[in-house]
Structure formats: structure tokens, C-alpha cells
């Protein structure tokens, strides 16, 4: 089993950064990802990264960066020029499956979540 750990998240001005870390213990997983939720939405998918490949949602393109740190398997997601619209809770995820991504269903661990508020 994988047990995930996560930190980082608060509030920032919008155009603001922030950074999330999310560190996996047990069985290293193949893929993991980050996802986020408001009470007005469902959970979607951000970014995610599988063998060292990441992929973006379209929220997140050209402004956040998923990294990792093989190493420690910890996935870290650095986000720039926050808007209001990514205020949520983010969830990091892991999975054994190869190439899940962005499926949601194919994340069997997943985090407590942390929040980020983007708000003058």
C-alpha cells in the first residue's frame, strides 16, 4: 500500500506562487498526480506525472510544473501566476497502474488534501 503525505498550500495575491509536496511511503507507485475540488465543482485532474513523464490538464498548462524527486519519491507541484479560479483543495494521488495520468478512478491512495486560496 502507499501512504501519501502532503504540505504546502495557504493563500496568495492572484499572479502569486505557490508550491505543494506530496511524499509517498510503501510501495512506490508508477504514477502520481495532483487533483482539486471546490463545493461548486467536481474533482479534476491538474497534473500528473508517470515514470518520470508529466501531463498537464488545461488549467494547469504554461503555469504549473510537476516535478520529482525520484530519489525520496516526493512529486512537488510548483504553480505561477495564480488566479482566483484555482482557489480548491488539492489532492495528491498515487497509483500502480503504468500510464493513468489524469484518471481519477485509476488513484487508489490519495492524500488529506490542502488548501489554496488565490485573493486580493
Known amino acids: 500500500q502507499v501512504h501519501i503525505v502532503q504540505s504546502g498550500g495557504g493563500s496568495v495575491q492572484p499572479g502569486g506562487s505557490l508550491r505543494l509536496s506530496c511524499e509517498a511511503s510503501?510501495?512506490?507507485?508508477?504514477?502520481m498526480a495532483w487533483f482539486r475540488q471546490t463545493p461548486e465543482k467536481e474533482r479534476e485532474g491538474v497534473a500528473a506525472?508517470?515514470?518520470?513523464?508529466?501531463n498537464y490538464s488545461n488549467v494547469a498548462m504554461g503555469r504549473f510544473t510537476i516535478s520529482q524527486d525520484n530519489g525520496k519519491n516526493i512529486v512537488f507541484l510548483q504553480m505561477n501566476k495564480l488566479k482566483p479560479g484555482d482557489t480548491a483543495v488539492y489532492y495528491c494521488?498515487?497509483?500502480?497502474?503504468?500510464?493513468?495520468?489524469?484518471?481519477?478512478?485509476?488513484?487508489?491512495?490519495w492524500g488529506q488534501g490542502t488548501q489554496v486560496t488565490v485573493s486580493s
Open positions: 494521488a498515487a497509483t500502480h497502474e503504468s500510464w493513468a495520468y489524469l484518471r481519477e478512478d485509476l488513484y487508489s491512495a
Open positions: 510503501g510501495d512506490i507507485p508508477n504514477c
Open positions: 506525472i508517470c515514470s518520470g513523464n508529466p
